[in-house]
């Protein structure tokens, strides 16, 4: 095998998407072969999942995702009694743990806007500079529960009738981060807060740049739809969600310590899942990309 051409071994997790990759490991600097390979198959199966025996650490998840399209890296938006537990710009911290590595106890805030996490969503729909690819590592897992659901939205698409595909083309959606929040049952938030991220406007179908098929984008931080009443908005809102999430389009992702799942934003929706988060830590870290360069 050459650095020219490279084959990663995929093993399908789904009949619709999803597979495990082997031949990638992300402690070592990735090849550009290696890289073509991995966008080949996200093109595929939009999501990916890669175990390493041990976590892949921060800089090693960041190093890597940069071969994977511009990053985002910016502070994110301050929230309520937030301390900083991974200094790193790049990384978001997906886990249950305060600054000081103390587990979060009922009723925090920050504890509460995480729940909604187990909506099922896209990450950063709410940026109108939209996240393509994300890499979440897993540092250590819960004994049961945790697991991570995908929604393949290429294929939900697909399956929607004639008549809904008519109705909703051309349309126009609000994200809005504090919608999902609040709908998921955290606090309203402060000024401060709201004013850190100001809603996003997409159209609820687009093309995925890879693939050419057409997605549909719809999330929980979907608001509203521009020009329409707020109440038939939420009715279709609904309809296109639970159409989407429907058991033949869904897919559930049991972690190990050491994994790492990459999700393509732009084809698929996810959601967290249950566990006991004010007794066992779930220490998750991610890397995202952006559709664009992001210099604020």
């Known amino acids: 095998m050459t ?3 490279i084959t990663l071994e995929a093993t399908p997790l789904h009949p619709l998407f999803a597979a495990r990759i082997q031949g990638i490991d992300m402690h070592a600097a990735a090849s550009p072969a290696v890289i073509d390979a991995l966008v080949a198959a996200m093109d595929e199966y939009a999501v990916c999942a890669v175990p390493h025996a041990t976590p892949v650490g921060n800089e090693d ?14 502070r994110s ?16 911290d997906q886990s249950n743990l305060d600054q000081d590595g103390a587990i979060y106890t009922e009723g925090d805030r920050r504890l509460l806007f995480k729940r909604a996490n187990r909506l099922w969503h896209t990450d950063m729909s709410f940026r109108q500079v939209r996240a393509t690819y994300s890499l979440l590592a897993a540092h250590e897992i819960p004994p049961r529960g945790g697991n991570t659901e995908f929604a393949d939205m290429r294929a939900a698409y697909d399956a929607l009738d004639e008549a809904m595909k008519k109705r909703i083309d051309g349309l126009v959606g609000e994200h809005c981060y504090w919608h999902s929040r609040t709908l998921g049952g955290g606090p309203d938030p402060t000024d401060e807060e709201r004013a850190g991220r100001p809603p996003a406007y997409h159209r609820l ?23 329409w009443p707020d109440d038939e908005a ?20 049991e972690w190990s310590d050491g994994d790492v ?3 393509d934003n732009l084809a698929t929706m996810h959601r967290a899942t249950p566990f006991d988060d004010t ?4 220490d998750m870290r991610r890397a995202t990309c952006r559709e664009a360069p992001i210099h604020s």
């Open 261 to 263: 799942v990459i999700w």
């Open 61 to 74: 998840l960041i190093a890597f995702a940069a071969h994977l399209g511009p990053m985002d890296a910016g």
């Open 234 to 253: 939420r009715a279709l809102i609904e309809e296109l969600t639970a159409f989407a999430t429907r058991p033949e389009f869904v897919f559930s992702y």
């Open 3 to 5: 650095d020219q051409s």
């Open 205 to 227: 179908v687009h093309t995925h740049p890879g693939s050419g098929r057409k997605v549909l984008y719809v999330a929980s931080h979907l608001a509203r739809i521009q020009g």
């Open 77 to 92: 938006p301050k929230i309520t009694g937030t301390g900083i537990r991974i200094p790193h710009n790049e990384i978001t």
């Open 279 to 282: 007794r066992y830590v779930r």
